[in-house]
């Protein structure tokens, strides 16, 4: 049995498995490929065999991966919203941040999953996701008077999405940023903002 650091067996596991989903993720953005458990093993730490008692096969750790970004990319998502001079200046807080997010490579980890196990259970899993880092958008258009919300939301991340493909270019975020905000203050100035947010 392997020796204990922590102070019990539970703590353990956690910090065995936070290391190996940080090693995960750090040869994803390095790669942008799926890593194998060997590779992750090797950038913890860790014997090969260790990585089986937290994962059973790749797809495994890359679900798991999953379910770590997505609280934190909420998280961020929220803060920038909240921290929006007003209601209608959160719709570009959201933009920004999800964009922001996308360029350090939280993304990389949803796309690989795409790219190894596509089938009906992680698109259900995708949409899900999408609906929830959504719903504070939705909430803030809704706010602000627009009509039809889930729709105008749903033009909102096309944008988004348009610009975080501008970054697989040679454009810098501050660059897309700078596009993004272009199209999007326009809305957000008519909604009563200020179409001006903090960069993280």
Do not use: C, K
């Not at 991966?65 to 919203?81: G, I, L, Y």
């Not at 501008?166 to 200020?194: F, H, K, N, Y």
């Amino acid at each position: 049995m392997p020796r204990i650091v922590e102070p019990t067996l539970v703590e353990h596991r956690a910090a065995r498995e936070r290391a190996l989903l940080d090693a995960a993720h750090a040869l994803l953005v390095e790669t942008g490929e799926a890593p194998g458990l060997a590779e992750v093993a090797a950038r913890a730490g860790l014997a090969r065999t260790s990585v089986y008692q937290y994962f059973g096969s790749r797809q495994e750790l890359l679900q798991a991966m999953v379910r770590d970004v997505f609280p934190r990319w909420t998280e961020r998502v929220t803060s920038a919203m909240a921290a929006a001079g007003s209601t209608a200046d959160q719709v570009l807080a959201y933009a920004v941040a999800n964009l922001e997010l996308v360029a350090e490579g939280a993304h990389a980890v949803g796309s690989a999953l795409a790219a190894l196990e596509p089938g009906e259970l992680l698109d259900e899993q995708a949409a899900r996701m999408h609906r929830e880092i959504q719903e504070p958008l939705v909430r803030a258009l809704a706010d602000v008077g627009v009509a039809a919300p889930e729709q105008v939301a749903e033009l909102v991340n096309a944008v988004v999405h348009g610009a975080t493909l501008q970054l697989d270019g040679d454009r810098s975020l501050d660059d897309v940023v700078r596009t993004l905000t272009a199209v999007i203050a326009p809305m957000v100035r008519e909604l009563g903002g200020t179409g001006v947010v903090a960069r993280s």
